[in-house]
């Protein structure tokens, strides 16, 4: 079975935004991609990628990969192929169960980040936050770790941008 990719090939996310944490934990996602992102749905996946950033991902593309990808799993686990691989089948299930959750998009545009994305971000009410294109999805950022992350790779940006578009 061949794997659905995570986004429409017309649905690139780019941009750079800052934003703020308002006292009810809500941040506005940029307005010029919301739509996008929400489609029908007016909801999308948080999804937790590395401490200090958290991925935004459209409903449906989102639900597709990741159904895609553990019907594959399931039916390893059924024919008894992961046997000798449980313990990193449960890791994935840990994973999975953290990893990721459906909020609403509200009016304007704004999200309400969980208590546990809260943290993993390692930001207050009040506290600043960077929106990012991803491509495929927005990522959240807290600025510090944003400034790290974009400092050790842009030196490598021409490279990458040649090896994808060739």
Not at 6 to 26: C, H, I, K, N, Q
Not at 81 to 108: D, W
Request: glycine share 8%.
């Amino acid at each position: 079975m061949a794997k659905q990719s995570p986004v429409s090939s017309d649905t690139l996310y780019l941009g750079e935004w800052s934003r703020a944490l308002d006292e009810r934990f809500r941040l506005s996602l940029p307005t010029e991609v919301a739509e996008q992102l929400t489609g029908d749905a007016d909801q999308c996946v948080l999804a937790k990628e590395r401490p200090g950033c958290v991925s935004v991902w459209n409903t449906q593309a989102w639900g597709a990969w990741l159904d895609d990808g553990m019907s594959l799993v399931a039916q390893k686990v059924h024919s008894g192929r992961l046997t000798q691989r449980l313990s990193q089948v449960q890791l994935l299930g840990r994973l999975l169960s953290t990893r990721h959750r459906r909020v609403p998009v509200a009016a304007r545009a704004r999200v309400a980040i969980p208590e546990s994305f809260r943290d993993f971000l390692g930001v207050d009410p009040g506290g600043k936050l960077m929106v990012v294109g991803a491509a495929v999805c927005l990522e959240i950022w807290h600025p510090a770790r944003w400034s790290e992350h974009i400092g050790e790779r842009i030196p490598d940006f021409r490279q990458l941008f040649d090896e994808l578009a060739d």
